[in-house]
Nanobody, 115 residues
Framework: VQLVESGGGLVQPGGSLRLSCEAS????????MRWYRQAPGKERELVAH????????NYADSVKGRFTISRDNTKNTVYLQMNSLKPGDTAVYYC?????????WGQGTQVTVSS
């Protein structure tokens, strides 16, 4: 089982990034997918959630209206489109796949929002 995040980097406030998380080793379409983030000295925070098979989504209040989670089951990939980024969005972003008792994590990708 692997979850590999990509797309992080340094961006100016107000900018955009799209994170990707490519999955392998399990039936991606059956799993709920989540994006978390963890800033230095803070607890890991759930940012966005996509359920399967309904495809319904939920967001933390702090990112609602700015971030969008989506998934492409043909590519075994979940995305996080992040717009209007703020310095407070700086964190390591992790993708998570879960189904029942199965719970898988990626290694994380750093997002830094700074001028």
């Amino acid at each position: 089982v692997q979850l590999v995040e990509s797309g992080g980097g340094l961006v100016q406030p107000g900018g955009s990034l799209r994170l990707s998380c490519e999955a392998s080793g399990f039936t991606f379409s059956s799993y709920h997918m989540r994006w978390y983030r963890q800033a230095p000295g803070k607890e890991r925070e759930l940012v966005a959630h996509s359920t399967s098979p309904s495809g319904s989504t939920n967001y933390a209040d702090s990112v609602k209206g700015r971030f969008t989670i989506s998934r492409d089951n043909t590519k075994n990939t979940v995305y996080l489109q992040m717009n209007s980024l703020k310095p407070g969005d700086t964190a390591v972003y992790y993708c998570n796949a879960y189904y029942g008792f199965r719970d898988y994590w990626g290694q994380g990708t750093q997002v830094t929002v700074s001028s």
